[in-house]
Nanobody, 125 residues
């Protein structure tokens, strides 16, 4: 499956952005999808994930209550709605997918087989 992340941009503190991860390939509904972010010189960090079966959302503590992950399997797209953005949310955001991935492994980048190219989010103070 191929992933295309989009929706990044420049926004002021407190603003909102919606990222999209569009997939091409078969049976996207069978794939769990995660969002990760990375800043220069640092490791990629887990942000949120959504399961492939019930579509259950999971969040890192740093974004809980501000970000919402959702999926629309009819258009093979996963969204990350980001509200009340902070300067520390600035990063390149990547989406990733893996078939039938569940449980605690959703939080680890090594669990994912497919990655998008990343989209840059910049939050100005």
């Amino acid at each position: 499956v191929q992933l295309q992340a989009s929706g990044g941009g420049l926004v002021q503190t407190g603003g909102s952005l919606r990222l999209a991860c569009a997939a091409s390939g078969r049976a996207f509904s069978h794939y769990a999808v995660g969002w990760f972010r990375q800043t220069p010189g640092r490791e990629r960090v887990y942000v949120a994930a959504i399961s492939w079966s019930e579509g259950s959302p999971y969040y890192a503590d740093s974004v809980k209550g501000r970000f919402t992950i959702s999926r629309d399997d009819a258009v093979d797209t996963v969204y990350l709605q980001m509200n009340r953005l902070k300067p520390e949310d600035s990063a390149v955001y990547y989406c990733a997918a893996s078939q039938y991935l569940t449980g605690f492994r959703l939080r680890f980048g090594a669990s994912y087989d497919y990655w998008g190219q990343g989209t840059l989010v910049t939050v100005s103070s």
